[in-house]
Each structure stands twice: as C-alpha cells, then as structure tokens.
C-alpha cells in the first residue's frame, strides 16, 4: 500500500499535500501528483478542510472526494506504467476524444471502480483482461 491500510491516513495525505502546495513546500513526487489532482477539481477544496473520518454516502447525495481522486491516481499510475499493457494507447485514444487527458480519466475511473467493485465482490483479483476490454468500448 502507498500510505498503509488505513483510510484516514490516506486522507491526511491528501490534506497535507494540498497544504504544502498551497504554503509552497517542496513536495514529494507523490505530493505533487496528489496536489495536481486536488488542483484540477476545485469542486473539493472544501473537503479537505473537513474532518478525515467523515462520511460520505450515496443515500445522502455525496460523492466520495478522496475516492474519486485517488482514482485519478490509480489510472495515472496505469497509463505511467503501461499496466495493463495497452492502457497507455487507450488512454492517449480517449484524449483525443474526450477532449483531453483529465476528461478521459473521469471516463476511465468509472469503468475502474466498477472493476474494483466486482472484484471485491467476488474476493477476486481484478481482471485486468476484462478491464482493459471494457476500456476499449469507451473508444466506440
């Protein structure tokens, strides 16, 4: 794991990563990642400014901010790493398509969660094959 299994942890890195952006710090490589990614969606500044054991449920109309950033990360590390092999050429595809690098991975993080979400389901190991192929029908 990045930070270790616990989920307000990883919380806290976002916040003091974003912190140390905003004041100017050196950053991490990681850092920097995180705060580029708080950085692209304003819409979550404010929850970093929240309590790190908060909440956030489906019933209550909220969406996840550190999931859905730390989703962003997963598929940055993806197309970095070229895991699994062709996401790379998928992501650079969808781009184009989408209208740009950060618009294909709100696309891709969906089909990433959902893969995720089967995967715990069935106490598997993601199916890197089936990930990648539902990917490709972004593509049309």
């Given at each position: 794991?990045?930070?270790?299994?616990?989920?307000?942890?990883?919380?806290?890195?976002?916040?003091?990563?974003?912190?140390?952006?905003?004041?100017?710090?050196p950053?991490?490589?990681?850092?920097?990642?995180?705060?580029?990614i708080?950085?692209?969606?304003?819409?979550f500044?404010?929850?970093?400014?929240e309590?790190?054991?908060?909440?956030?449920?489906?019933?209550?109309?909220?969406?996840?901010?550190?999931?859905?950033?730390?989703?962003?990360?997963?598929?940055?590390?993806?197309?970095?790493?070229?895991r699994?092999?062709?996401?790379?050429?998928?992501?650079?595809?969808?781009?184009?398509?989408?209208?740009?690098?950060?618009?294909?991975?709100?696309?891709?993080?969906?089909?990433?969660?959902?893969?995720?979400?089967?995967?715990?389901?069935?106490?598997?190991?993601?199916?890197?094959?089936?990930?990648?192929?539902?990917?490709?029908?972004?593509?049309?």
């Amino acid at each position: 794991m990045i930070f270790g299994g616990d989920r307000d942890e990883l919380r806290a890195m976002y916040v003091q990563s974003w912190a140390k952006h905003r004041d100017r710090q050196p950053l991490s490589p990681l850092e920097a990642q995180i705060a580029r990614i708080i950085e692209e969606h304003p819409e979550f500044h404010a929850a970093l400014g929240e309590p790190v054991d908060k909440e956030y449920t489906v019933e209550a109309g909220e969406a996840n901010p550190f999931l859905h950033m730390g989703l962003h990360l997963g598929v940055r590390e993806q197309v970095a790493t070229d895991r699994p092999a062709g996401i790379a050429a998928v992501h650079g595809r969808l781009a184009v398509k989408a209208g740009g690098p950060h618009a294909a991975e709100h696309r891709m993080i969906d089909v990433l969660a959902e893969t995720l979400w089967e995967a715990q389901r069935r106490n598997t190991a993601p199916d890197e094959n089936h990930y990648l192929e539902r990917l490709r029908r972004l593509l049309g």
